[in-house]
Nanobody, 123 residues
Framework: QVQLVESGGGSVRAGGSLRLSCVAS???????????MGWYRQTPGKPRELVAS???????FYGGSVKGRFTISSDNAKNTVFLQMNSLKSEDTGVYYC??????????????WGQGTQVTVSS
């Protein structure tokens, strides 16, 4: 119903910056009901972890390891979420996935995941 496309990943030196983007497209009914978008990071052998998230009302959440360095923002009109990553560390290396959750009728949610974008930070 909804497709997510991430972009902006790449290889940078420690201390550098990257800006990730995630654009949602597809069923307009579902798109208009997205209430949550988040960025998750996955490293081989470890569970996927929440890095940052944002709700339609503007509330945000950050994982403890990225607070003060990353900023999540959204453009609701364009169904897009951004992740500005500053002061990158080698520990930030991983595949970053975008997730969107739409609230539908009768308590039903629609969850979509992107294919991920690789972020590599060298020290």
């Amino acid at each position: 119903q909804v497709q997510l496309v991430e972009s902006g990943g790449g290889s940078v030196r420690a201390g550098g910056s990257l800006r990730l983007s995630c654009v949602a497209s597809g069923n307009i009914f579902v798109l208009n009901r997205i209430e949550f978008m988040g960025w998750y990071r996955q490293t081989p052998g470890k569970p996927r972890e929440l890095v940052a998230s944002i709700f339609r009302d503007g509330r945000t959440f950050y994982g403890g390891s990225v607070k003060g360095r990353f900023t999540i923002s959204s453009d609701n009109a364009k169904n897009t979420v951004f992740l500005q990553m500053n002061s990158l560390k080698s520990e930030d290396t991983g595949v970053y996935y975008c997730r969107a959750s739409a609230v539908l009728d009768r308590g039903e949610d629609s969850v979509s995941w992107g294919q991920g974008t690789q972020v590599t930070v060298s020290s």
